[in-house]
T-cell receptor
Framework: SAVISQKPSRDICQRGTSLTIQCQVD?????MFWYRQQPGQSLTLIAT?????????ESGFVIDKFPISRPNLTFSTLTVSNMSPEDSSIYLC??????????FGEGSRLTVL | GESVGLHLPTLSVQEGDNSIINCAYS??????FIWYKQESGKGPQFIID?????DKRQGQRVTVLLNKTVKHLSLQIAATQPGDSAVYFC???????????FGAGTRLFVKA
């Protein structure tokens, strides 16, 4: 199993600013992912965070808007850039083996005014 | 691409009854299926999984059934308890693609 810590847990931001969310896993994991979850909705995969290389983004998500870093096997960051109210959401970090159970952080609830 | 859908957005059951939550998926190449439970304010939590070489798997009070012919997945919860109240997501993965795609979610209400 893995314990995932995310911070901040919540934040209120102004339009046009950027926020970086950190994700720390308590053990080395192969895969790390970032998801977005709108209130009352399902999880949408933003990207796969690849260690030491550029993240793999899903359709509709681009690096300029959501830059991701993963410098090692236990840490990743997601930045939400040039925020607008439409970016208000819960951002979830997850980690796990290839094709296996995913462990999730508690999420970072972002509100953009 | 993969799409995953659920038949019912909400399900209300009496405490002690059995619950059945259904899920349909579209990609016949999917070979790994997972159910997650999400309580309010928390991240999803793994419940049970099943691989495509099986059609049934049982855990503690939960059973997952997989019908690959019609691309349907179900989660059965026996003797549903108030603590089972949550949103349940089915998720689909592929050993070749690594990523996991989530379905729409079903909110389970357990009436005492």
């Amino acid at each position: 199993s893995a314990v995932i810590s995310q911070k901040p847990s919540r934040d209120i931001c102004q339009r046009g600013t950027s926020l970086t969310i950190q994700c720390q896993v308590d053990s080395q994991v192969t895969m790390m992912f970032w998801y977005r979850q709108q209130p009352g909705q399902s999880l949408t995969l933003i990207a796969t965070a690849n260690q030491g290389s550029e993240a793999t983004y899903e359709s509709g998500f681009v690096i300029d808007k959501f830059p991701i870093s993963r410098p090692n096997l236990t840490f990743s960051t997601l930045t939400v850039s040039n925020m607008s109210p439409e970016d208000s959401s819960i951002y979830l970090c997850s980690a796990g083996p290839v094709s296996g159970e995913l462990f999730f952080g508690e999420g970072s609830r972002l509100t953009v005014l | 691409g993969e799409s995953v859908g659920l038949h019912l957005p909400t399900l209300s059951v009496q405490e002690g009854d059995n619950s059945i939550i259904n899920c349909a998926y579209s990609n016949s190449a999917s070979d790994y299926f997972i159910w997650y439970k999400q309580e309010s304010g928390k991240g999803p939590q793994f419940i049970i999984d099943i691989r495509s070489n099986m059609d049934k798997r049982q855990g503690q009070r939960v059973t997952v059934l997989l019908n690959k012919t019609v691309k349907h997945l179900s989660l059965q919860i026996a003797a549903t308890q108030p603590g089972d109240s949550a949103v349940y997501f089915c998720a689909v993965g592929n050993t070749g693609g690594f990523k996991t795609i989530f379905g729409a979610g079903t909110r389970l209400f357990v009436k005492a």
